[in-house]
T-cell receptor, first 114, second 110 residues
Framework: EADIYQTPRYLVIGTGKKITLECSQT?????MYWYQQDPGMELHLIHY???????EKGDLSSESTVSRIRTEHFPLTLESARPSHTSQYLC?????????????FGSGTQLSVL | DAKTTQPPSMDCAEGRAANLPCNHS???????VYWYRQIHSQGPQYIIH???NNETNEMASLIITEDRKSSTLILPHATLRDTAVYYC???????????FGKGTKLTVNP
């Protein structure tokens, strides 16, 4: 079973606040990802990382930023939250390899910006 | 990575086999077929993947046609808890990104 944790599970916050969504995995996986998903819609990749000190932007442009200082930790930060940031944010990790790459997802953070 | 086409929705009776199709006609030789599912706003869950041979695990079977242009995910005895959105994804082993499409919303009925 995957050990990847996201906190908080739900977050309701006012416009202009700075927020950090936490994601941690205890599997020693090199690759980590952030996806964004609106209700009933597709998942969109917004950030990913190959390993420590590596971060890349995904296919969907996002005002959020990420950091990867430790293998197990991949937090996502919004400097100034806006209502347009309301969405579900899903973190995932995988073992780096060729041809056998299962992604393990956390339970997600449902963000509501008022 | 090749694009995939899936029906938007399907229904299945509880206890019967659910066969979910996926077309990936532009698949290339080094691209794998992956299946994930997402149960109501939870994180997606890996089900199975394959390259060209049929695969089976404790969750499902994956049948890939000989030309690899399509595949079918089979849940042999669907239960109500299998109601979810099922995603078929094609990606190369070296690709850094897993791109999720709209998937198939499978509803298992009692």
């Amino acid at each position: 079973e995957a050990d990847i944790y996201q906190t908080p599970r739900y977050l309701v916050i006012g416009t202009g606040k700075k927020i950090t969504l936490e994601c941690s995995q205890t599997m020693g996986h090199d690759k980590m990802y952030w996806y964004q998903q609106d209700p009933g819609m597709e998942l969109h990749l917004i950030h990913y990382s190959y390993g420590v000190n590596s971060t890349e932007k995904g296919d969907l442009s996002s005002e959020s930023t990420v950091s990867r200082i430790r293998t197990e930790h991949f937090p996502l930060t919004l400097e100034s939250a806006r209502p347009s940031h309301t969405s579900q944010y899903l973190c995932a990790s995988s073992i780096q390899g060729v041809g056998n790459e299962k992604l393990f997802f956390g339970s997600g953070t449902q963000l509501s910006v008022l | 990575d090749a694009k995939t086409t899936q029906p938007p929705s399907m229904d299945c009776a509880e206890g019967r086999a659910a066969n979910l199709p996926c077309n990936h006609s532009t698949i290339s030789g080094n691209e794998y077929v992956y299946w994930y599912r997402q149960i109501h706003s939870q994180g997606p869950q890996y089900i199975i993947h394959g390259l060209k041979n049929n695969e089976t695990n404790e969750m499902a079977s994956l049948i890939i046609t000989e030309d690899r242009k399509s595949s079918t995910l089979i849940l042999p005895h669907a239960t109500l808890r299998d109601t979810a959105v099922y995603y078929c994804i094609v990606r190369s082993g070296g690709s850094e990104k897993l791109v999720f499409g709209k998937g198939t919303k499978l509803t298992v009925n009692p």
